[in-house]
């Protein structure tokens, strides 16, 4: 994109076989997620490979089935649904926090490798399966004995970037279905025990919603995508369980997220003292992390959006054509692959300026006419999709409030509370995952309780 910064289209070749279209801009974005976005659909070899390993849902399903789907969850995961669940993620955070400070103290949590640390992503998820958990189980979470570590050794079996998981990954993506069946056969087991596992934990908890239900004896403390579906008699059990299968492993990237927090932080402590000034004096008169204060704090507001710009939750996805049509006035024929690069746009320097690689949070910040700072949504730019970290229009991720939800809540929670030390020089840091993406060396951080 660097090299090509007019282009709407930038068109390569993988083994000089496959053909791409990578978007470079926002027309031709729009084209794709707006204008004609039912001229595209994942490719159904990433769909029956994501299936394969959690189930059949929103993100596997297309055509009039994602709508009708969507429009059957959609209720649970809009913004006033998310600022209903503020109070639930903000004591969360807070106990969870302070069972942290607890372990850090006495060392349990301490990475044996890295003394006095701890890695984010393996001390947080934790929290996060307790958070999803709630939102998409509801009260009946609470009853499962030790549920974040059932659920995240699971996940781990069936999601963990090992040579195994790669290599059936690419299995179902290249050969057809008997051939991968054949082949990945010993890795299959595992992972299929795994899925079993959580499908029976979920089905479990789903009847247990669909008795409630038929005595209306108990209304739930708090909404949830299992009272929601339960609800609508045209899901199965089945059905609702592979749904929340497919939801829970937001909790992966929510991990993945305030690793890149925490490094933010660490790598830039200035900014990090001014975060911790702004979040103490919001909670010193309001004293809770409700909705009306999370959103209304500028620093953290941003810091957040400029950690999804550098380090976006889906850095690439694909589609592919399912019929002819056109992208940037140019005639793109049935079966072409396309890719859309959140990561790669989010760095152009024709669109960000010279600091489109520096974490940068000012950017999103302006002065209202009262002379108060306000969110600025372009960050800058000429668009409020320069940066598109869930996508935009009929495809955007349905969960995004609840992440930015989850997001505020943690970030200022745990900046309340402790400063964050990067431990060691960062060096580097790949990225990974099956389905969802993970820091391969881990995000170690010291954590200073602050008095």
Not at 138 to 162: C, N, Q, T, Y
Request: aromatic share 10%; hydrophobic share 40%; with cysteine.
């Amino acid at each position: 994109m660097h090299r090509y910064p007019t282009a709407p289209l930038i068109r390569f070749q993988e083994l000089g076989i496959y053909n791409y279209l990578v978007l470079a801009d926002e027309e031709a974005l729009r084209d794709v997620l707006v204008k004609s976005s039912y001229d595209f659909e994942k490719p159904k070899e990433v769909r029956a490979a994501i299936a394969g390993m959690v189930g059949h849902g929103l993100v596997t399903s297309e055509g009039s089935d994602h709508r009708a789907l969507r429009l059957a969850i959609g209720s649970g995961f809009n913004i006033h649904s998310a600022r209903m669940f503020y109070s639930v993620i903000w004591q969360e955070a807070r106990d969870f926090l302070a069972r942290l400070q607890q372990d850090v103290t006495t060392g349990s949590s301490h990475d044996a490798e890295v003394a006095g640390g701890i890695d984010v992503n393996n001390v947080f998820r934790k929290l996060f399966i307790n958070i999803i958990g709630i939102r998409l189980v509801g009260d009946h979470w609470r009853g499962v004995s030790d549920g974040p570590k059932k659920v995240g050794d699971a996940f781990d079996k069936i999601l963990e970037p090992s040579l195994g998981n790669i290599f059936s990954f690419a299995m179902y993506l290249a050969f057809p279905r008997w051939v991968s069946r054949i082949v990945s056969w010993s890795n299959k087991t595992t992972r299929r025990a795994a899925k079993d596992e959580l499908h029976a934990l979920f089905l479990s908890l789903v009847l247990l919603q669909q008795q409630d239900n038929a005595q209306k004896e108990r209304k739930p403390s708090q909404p949830s995508l299992i009272y929601s579906m339960t609800q609508r008699h045209s899901y199965t059990a089945d059905s609702i369980t592979e749904q929340i299968m497919q939801d829970f492993t937001s909790f992966e990237l929510l991990a993945f997220t305030l690793s890149w927090c925490c490094y933010e932080l660490g790598y830039n402590p200035s900014f990090q003292a001014h975060l911790r000034r702004e979040v103490k004096d919001a909670l010193s008169t309001y004293r809770e992390g409700s909705w009306t204060t999370m959103e209304s704090l500028p620093l953290l507001n941003a810091f957040c959006l400029e950690v999804l710009r550098l380090h976006p939750i889906a850095p690439v996805t694909a589609r592919q054509a399912i019929r002819d049509t056109t992208i940037a006035d140019v005639k793109v024929p049935r079966g072409t692959g396309i890719i859309l690069c959140p990561y790669a746009m989010a760095r152009c320097r024709h669109i960000w300026g010279p600091r489109s690689n520096e974490f940068y949070p000012e950017r999103w910040i302006v002065l209202d006419e009262h002379g108060q700072k306000k969110i600025d949504p372009t960050g800058g730019t000429s668009s409020k999709h320069a940066s598109h970290p869930f996508l935009f229009g009929r495809r955007e991720c349905l969960g995004k409030e609840l992440v930015m939800a989850q997001m505020r809540c943690v970030v200022a929670a745990v900046t309340e509370q402790f400063s964050i030390e990067l431990q060691g020089p960062p060096g580097d840091n790949p990225v990974g995952g099956m389905i969802t993406i993970r820091l391969l060396n881990g995000m170690h951080v010291r954590l200073k309780k602050i008095n």
